[in-house]
């Protein structure tokens, strides 16, 4: 800061806070070594991945410079069905109902549902325990217990063959993932379940920590359990669920809801969606000489999907920072 | 005693509500209770039928709860019985699950905290790109990069390569760093003060004064990014496919399986035996996760 009179000139560089102090200057080959790698893994992994990705999507199958992955995509798009024989408007359809099932019903329940279990369930502790074994013990084990679940000697055949239900013959052989009309709205079904439970872990966290001296004052001045939840609770614990309807929107399109798993890789009987069609194009990649010439096609239609996504994002964010208000307690 | 008092209170505050109130908390109770054996049943069944003899379990007879058998036996014999590629046997893909996921939350969650503890407790040229980048790469879609990024780890020797595999994990920049970077700066630093003028250097600072403060908060972080990486089929498949993990083991063991009687108590076993580590350490570490790992607000 220079001094001239009883005037004091602010320099460029300490408006914009670039000024720094000779024991801040001593730290900073400190500070640059700690952090040197992982600005080097991120430099690798996310900038140069999605640069690269950008050009690849501007190539063809045989790695020369096209708008043939794009042309594929928009008629893709256009048609309803891409090259490879997929339907584009089914997996867009059934991600959205992924989405629907995820963040709509099964987060807005849980939003309710963790503050009962917090605040006001005896028991609450075994519950959470209970609730949150589907996300500890994983896709693979907990899909590999609801596909037998779902099997024709499982117990929801049984229970529906012993409730005298007339179940197709394709059922009673191959159980409700072996049928087209069945299969979706089983993985859907174990999805809600899932999401309803899931969403507790952290939405408990942000509860246990508003005091409770907030709700024993309330509570002598005569609030109830319902405007507790929603008057209290819910609005100290907003930015927690803003944030999490944030990352909720960035999985719009990149949610496979364990489909992989379901369909065994394979996407039949409707079970897909954009997630799974994504993550079977990487396989693909590392099965030698088989995937090589949809590097193109798949960087493209990774393109487009972002550029649908973004808007949703954005405008979302720019909704929801609008009702954020902050909560100091 | 303890939990007479919880009871005792519990039922003061019950007489205390009001008639809506009451049938509102019933009528939660009973969705907790049919949640909650929604949940659990299946684990119910499997486990019933991972302790039948291959001559007891067949497709007319499990649907029994109950089995007469009790064949523990099923879980030993996963160690010689579950096998996939021909060779690859149960304790080669449980090592293999243990170092991928133990080197994962090491070299992740050191380059989380480094990145966390820079952004958070210095001044220097670049900080508020790093902090952008942090909060860009949480809150931007960007879908399908999977291609480019195989394409780079091909290119740099990654697949398959353990020895080089840790970079690609060692991302400072997630949800991990997000969640550190609040913590570190709610930590005072008037220890980190006292300590230099007591002549300690930097890493000292880091490793003496800094670290222990945030000890439950990583301890939280591993257990939780432990049961993610633990039960991730996705980068065995995709990465490490000759190093298979138990994840991506129960995956092939299902899809190659000809699904003889004993493969499938074996596999329901297997199944069981391989969830269980994430479930103790979530049973041991629950409070600690609930009470560090939290979602704030995103400002930026």
């Not at chain 1, 199958?61 to 794009?70: M, P």
């Not at chain 2, 029994?64 to 010689?80: E, R």
């Not at chain 2, 300590?195 to 439950?216: C, K, M, S, T």
């Amino acid at each position: 800061m220079e001094v001239k009179g009883d005037k004091m000139k602010v320099t460029y560089k300490e408006r914009k806070g670039w000024h720094y102090s000779k024991l801040e200057k001593s730290k900073f080959p400190f500070v640059y070594l700690i952090v040197a790698l992982p600005v080097i893994q991120i430099a690798l992994f996310f900038f140069y991945v999605n640069l690269s990705s950008f050009a690849l999507s501007f190539t063809n199958s045989v790695g020369e410079w096209s708008l043939e992955s794009y042309k594929k995509v928009i008629n893709a798009f256009v048609s309803g069905e891409d090259h490879l024989g997929f339907s584009l408007h089914e997996l867009i359809g059934k991600s959205m109902i992924i989405w629907v099932v995820n963040h709509v019903i099964g987060f807005s329940i849980s939003i309710l549902t963790s503050f009962i279990l917090t605040k006001h369930m005896i028991g609450s502790k075994i519950f959470r325990i209970i609730y949150h074994i589907p996300g500890i013990v994983g896709g693979v084990v907990f899909i590999g217990v609801m596909k037998e679940m779902f099997s024709s000697s499982g117990v929801v055949v049984s229970m529906l063959e012993s409730l005298g239900v007339d179940l197709p013959i394709n059922i009673r052989k191959y159980g409700l993932l072996g049928y087209e009309q069945t299969a979706f709205w089983c993985v859907m079904a174990e999805q809600l379940i899932r999401s309803m439970a899931g969403g507790n872990m952290i939405m408990a966290g942000a509860y246990m920590r508003i005091p409770n001296e907030i709700f024993e004052s309330a509570q002598l001045e005569g609030c109830g359990i319902v405007r507790e939840a929603f008057q209290i609770a819910m609005p100290c614990i907003w930015p927690t669920i803003s944030t999490m309807l944030i990352f909720a929107l960035c999985s719009f399109f990149t949610a496979d809801c364990g489909m992989y798993l379901y369909s065994d890789g394979t996407g039949k009987f409707g079970m897909t969606s954009v997630g799974y069609y994504l993550y079977r194009f990487n396989v693909a990649l590392t099965i030698a000489s088989s995937g090589d010439h949809i590097y193109g096609y798949v960087s493209a239609f990774g393109l487009f999907m972002t550029l649908l996504t973004l808007p949703v994002v954005f405008i979302g964010r720019k909704l929801l920072a609008k009702f954020q208000e902050n909560v100091e307690f | 005693m303890n939990i007479k008092k919880k009871l005792n209170s519990a039922l003061l505050k019950w007489k205390n509500l009001s008639l809506f109130e009451k049938i509102f908390l019933t009528s939660f109770f009973i969705y907790f209770v049919v949640e909650a054996v929604l949940q659990f049943y299946p684990f119910v069944w499997v486990f019933n039928n991972s302790i039948k003899t291959p001559d007891e379990f067949n497709y007319a007879t499990n649907k029994s709860l109950l089995t007469t058998t009790w064949a523990f036996s099923n879980y030993i014999n996963v160690f010689s019985e579950f096998v996939i590629y021909g060779n690859i046997s149960y304790f080669t893909m449980l090592w293999n699950s243990i170092w991928q996921t133990f080197l994962y939350l090491f070299v992740n969650l050191l380059a989380s905290m480094l990145v966390a503890y820079a952004l958070a407790k210095f001044r220097f040229p670049g900080r508020g790109l790093l902090y952008g980048i942090m909060i860009f790469t949480q809150i931007v879609p960007i879908v399908g990069t999977g291609a480019a990024s195989y394409k780079l780890r091909y290119e740099l020797g990654m697949i398959n390569n353990p020895a080089t595999i840790w970079f690609y994990w060692m991302n400072g920049f997630d949800y991990s760093a997000f969640i550190m970077f609040g913590t570190f700066l709610g930590i005072s630093k008037s220890y980190s003060e006292s300590a230099e003028i007591d002549g300690a250097n930097e890493w000292q600072i880091l490793g003496r004064v800094v670290f222990p403060q945030i000890l439950p908060l990583i301890i939280a972080l591993a257990v939780n990014n432990f049961v993610a990486r633990w039960n991730d089929y996705a980068t065995a498949q995709i990465s490490l496919n000759k190093f298979p993990s138990l994840a991506y083991g129960l995956y092939l063991f299902q899809q190659n399986s000809n699904w003889s009687k004993s493969g499938k108590v074996i596999y329901y076993a297997a199944l069981l035996m391989t969830a269980l580590p994430g479930v103790l350490l979530y049973v041991v570490f629950q409070n600690l996760i609930i009470k560090n790992v939290s979602v704030g607000g995103i400002k930026g």
